[in-house]
């Protein structure tokens, strides 16, 4: 009979989170390319696979916090587990904060096309001064001084 122990668990979680860390680095080759200097996609993955994509972080965190979940059942010491495993603890820590900076980005492009469209607006505005004051410099609305 096969019984399953706590050292095959802790094996294939560490594979499982081995494959999806490389999944999401394959990944970022297509959905942020930017990271890796370049202005388009490295890869031709289809669109369905970014939405897939982006549950992959979260699947680790879960993965990664049940690994240790177990490694803390079998130390039984919590000061021993942040001495002997403290790489792991950071490692689930810093994903959640990771993603604060990834809504961070999705922000600062919103940020940025907006501030295009006002400064497209600017323009076409000042064109539209420009192109009115020539036509009919008797109004008051359109002279030189009223503009200024």
Known sequence: MLSI??????????YSILFLLILFFIGSLEFMPDVYFSNRPMLDLPAWVEKLWHYIPWIILALS??????????????????RIHWIDIIMIALI?????FKVAKISLKVYKIVKTGKSWSKLSHLIKKILLLGR??????TSPAYLL
């Not at 122990?5 to 560490?14: E, G, N, P, Y």
């Not at 979940?69 to 000061?79: A, P, Q």
């Not at 959640?96 to 604060?100: K, Q």
């Open 5 to 14: 122990t706590a050292l095959h668990i802790h094996k294939v979680l560490t």
């Open 65 to 82: 916090s049940l690994d240790i979940l177990l490694k803390y059942k079998k130390v039984g010491n919590l000061r021993l587990l942040l």
């Open 96 to 100: 959640p904060f990771l993603f604060i």
């Open 136 to 141: 009919s410099p008797k109004n008051k609305s």
